[in-house]
């Protein structure tokens, strides 16, 4: 059985920063992308940023281009997403995702995504 927790949300002022942390068992992570989204209130679910089974390629949505960095550490099979810069139209709940495929890129549609996880909540304050 695959799951996926998410971890490290939370209140955070503009400006701020927080790496959120997604810890996948289960399944062989190494050979999967990873991906997270997020949903605001009101709003479709959305791709934030992807990182390939390697760790070679990675994507972003323009709106956090420079302002959010994704890694993964396949040693521990976790994926992280470092927040910096933090603005108010950040606030969403925020998803991390498991490719369904092994030995694909960095994919930035929910369809390519097989698992889920329960989601972490981040609120940016002005």
């Known amino acids: 059985q695959v799951q996926l927790v998410e971890s490290g949300g939370g209140l955070v002022q503009a400006g701020g920063s927080l790496r959120l942390s997604c810890a996948v068992s289960g399944r062989t992570f190494g050979s999967y992308g990873m991906g997270w989204f997020r949903r605001a209130p009101g709003s479709e679910r959305e791709f934030v940023s992807a990182?390939?089974?390697?760790?070679?390629?990675?994507s972003y949505a323009d709106s956090v281009k420079g302002r959010f960095t994704i890694s993964r550490d396949n040693a521990k099979a976790t994926v992280y997403l470092q927040m910096n810069s933090l603005k108010p139209e950040d606030t969403a709940v925020y998803y991390c995702?498991?490719?369904?495929?092994?030995?694909?890129?960095?994919?930035?549609?929910?369809?390519?995504?097989?698992?889920w996880g329960q989601g972490t909540q981040v609120t940016v304050s002005s």
């Open positions: 995702a498991a490719d369904r495929d092994r030995y694909r890129a960095a994919l930035t549609t929910t369809h390519d995504y097989e698992y």
């Open positions: 990182i390939s089974w390697s760790g070679g390629s990675t």
